[in-house]
């Protein structure tokens, strides 16, 4: 078992910028992917960005491609979400994830690929 824990949201200006935290514990060392999910009122939830922890690859929405950074602190067990520029539409409850077993690429940013959730953030942009 994983549990995650999300930190940093917040009400920002448009322009602003904010990091969010998920602090991991428990079978952490399981986990082979962590990513970060966004969900607005009656939207479906959407993934944001993706990290495969081995390696460092990371991947992005097309969305916040150039403002936002996905980046880990494996010393404290902890996924950031570094975001700027933010914008209006960005407005959701931020949720982080994590998953213990491999995936095909094109699945990295979908929801249903990943085992373990934080109960979320709210980021509000007005």
């Known amino acids: ?52 922890l081995s390696s460092g690859t ?11 950074t996905i980046s880990q602190d494996n010393t404290k067990n902890t996924l950031y979400l570094q975001m700027n520029s933010l914008k209006p539409e960005d407005t959701a409850m931020y949720y982080c994830a994590a998953n213990p077993s491999p995936f095909a690429r094109p699945l990295w940013l979908v929801a249903g690929s990943f085992r373990y959730w934080g109960q979320g953030t709210q980021v509000t942009v007005s």
Do not use: N
């Open 58 to 68: 990371t991947v992005y929405a097309d969305s916040v491609k150039g403002r936002f």
């Open 1 to 52: 078992q994983v549990q995650l824990v999300e930190s940093g949201g917040g009400s920002v200006q448009p322009g602003q910028s904010l990091r969010l935290s998920c602090a991991a514990s428990g079978s952490t060392y399981t986990s082979i992917y962590m990513a970060w999910f966004r969900q607005a009122p009656g939207k479906d939830r959407e993934g944001v960005a993706t990290i495969h």
